[in-house]
T-cell receptor, first 115, second 109 residues
Framework: GAGVSQSPSNKVTEKGKDVELRCDPI?????LYWYRQRLGQGLEFLIY????????KSGLPSDRFSAERTGESVSTLTIQRTQQEDSAVYLC?????????????FGPGTRLTVT | GQNIDQPTEMTATEGAIVQINCTYQ??????LFWYQQHAGEAPTFLSY??LDGLEEKGRFSSFLSRSKGYSYLLLKELQMKDSASYLC??????????WGAGTKLIIKP
């Protein structure tokens, strides 16, 4: 079946503009994660959705960042008033369940460049 | 706080064996994962350990000692395509994945 998809694959935006990134998880996966990865660095957790529970927003770096998810489907990550330090690859991952041995399946990422 | 430590970079020779270590300090433990990430690509799952001992999967093996907060990934018969970053991640008591910064493995002919 189809894997996790993300769009756009690349986004170049001017400082101060808003951007919206999209993630389509694997069908049936209840848990969805957003990560940020700066060049040469590890994964930085941003936000986590599990079914209809309230999302875990503990990783969002500022109030310029927000995310939504409709049920167990598409999620969008919005960054308002982008800054140059927001430049990174934004990765989305989904998994069958947050517990147990289920691994996360990653999308190809959106490379965001803020000029 | 929660912490995952891995070496930043390692170099090995094609055909050889390399061991990548990971130590962790987390609030609780619900399993340890290893992922492989090639440059410019998304991470892909390699292995999962929840009990002490060695899990073997082809050329790759992963070891866990919960009492020592320690794991390693062992790669045998190294191939050039194994050049990548290897990420260690631990699920804490809240089933949240805590990620290490990754180890960049360079394979030389």
């Amino acid at each position: 079946g189809a894997g996790v998809s993300q769009s756009p694959s690349n986004k170049v935006t001017e400082k101060g503009k808003d951007v919206e990134l999209r993630c389509d998880p694997i069908s049936g996966h209840t848990a969805l994660y957003w990560y940020r990865q700066r060049l040469g660095q590890g994964l930085e957790f941003l936000i986590y959705f599990q079914g209809n529970s309230a999302p875990d927003k503990s990783g969002l770096p500022s109030d310029r960042f927000s995310a939504e998810r409709t049920g167990e489907s598409v999620s969008t990550l919005t960054i308002q008033r982008t800054q140059q330090e927001d430049s990174a690859v934004y990765l989305c991952a989904s998994t069958q369940s947050e517990d147990g041995s289920y691994e996360q399946y990653f999308g190809p990422g959106t490379r965001l460049t803020v000029t | 706080g929660q912490n995952i430590d891995q070496p930043t970079e390692m170099t090995a020779t094609e055909g050889a064996i390399v061991q990548i270590n990971c130590t962790y300090q987390t609030s609780g433990f619900n399993g340890l994962f290893w992922y492989q990430q090639h440059a410019g690509e998304a991470p892909t799952f390699l292995s999962y350990n929840v009990l002490d001992g060695l899990e073997e999967k082809g050329r790759f093996s992963s070891f866990l000692s919960r009492s020592k907060g320690y794991s390693y990934l062992l790669l045998k018969e190294l191939q050039m395509k194994d050049s990548a970053s290897y990420l260690c991640a631990v699920k804490d008591s809240n089933y949240q994945l805590i990620w290490g910064a990754g180890t960049k493995l360079i394979i030389k002919p």
